[in-house]
């Protein structure tokens, strides 16, 4: 298993920039692809972005597009999500995923979840 803890969230104001970052223990290998997720209140938790194992493809979701960055640096078993231009609308627990399979991050069924940081974005 892999243990994931994510840090970085907070109360910021719209239009700002936060860098969220999960770092991995356990059975990690940097042959894991690794994700982001977040979850409204009263919303189902939706796929943000993933990257795969080497960083060489990154995948995102189509809202998020041009504002959010994912990046990692298997040095330090670590992947970052780079929020810019914040819109209240992102206000959301993330969580961090990973999975050998980059598939199976980007369906949202990873074998290894982060408990979230929360992310408010005031107006």
């Known amino acids: 298993q892999v243990q994931l803890v994510e840090s970085g969230g907070g109360l910021v104001q719209a239009g700002d920039s936060l860098r969220l970052s999960c770092v991995a223990s356990?059975?990690?290998?940097?042959?894991?692809?690794m994700g982001w997720f977040r979850q409204a209140p009263g919303k189902e938790r939706e796929f943000v972005a993933a990257?795969?194992?080497?960083?060489?493809?990154?995948y995102y979701a189509d809202s998020v597009k041009g504002r959010f960055t994912i990046s990692r640096d298997n040095a330090k078993n670590t992947v970052y999500l780079q929020i810019n231009s914040l819109k209240p609308e992102d206000t959301a627990n993330y969580y961090c995923a990973a999975d050998i399979q980059t598939a199976r991050v980007r369906m949202g069924t990873p074998s290894n979840w982060g408990r979230g940081t929360q992310v408010t974005v005031s107006s």
């Open positions: 356990g059975r990690t290998g940097s042959n894991y692809a």
């Open positions: 990257i795969r194992w080497n960083g060489g493809t990154r």
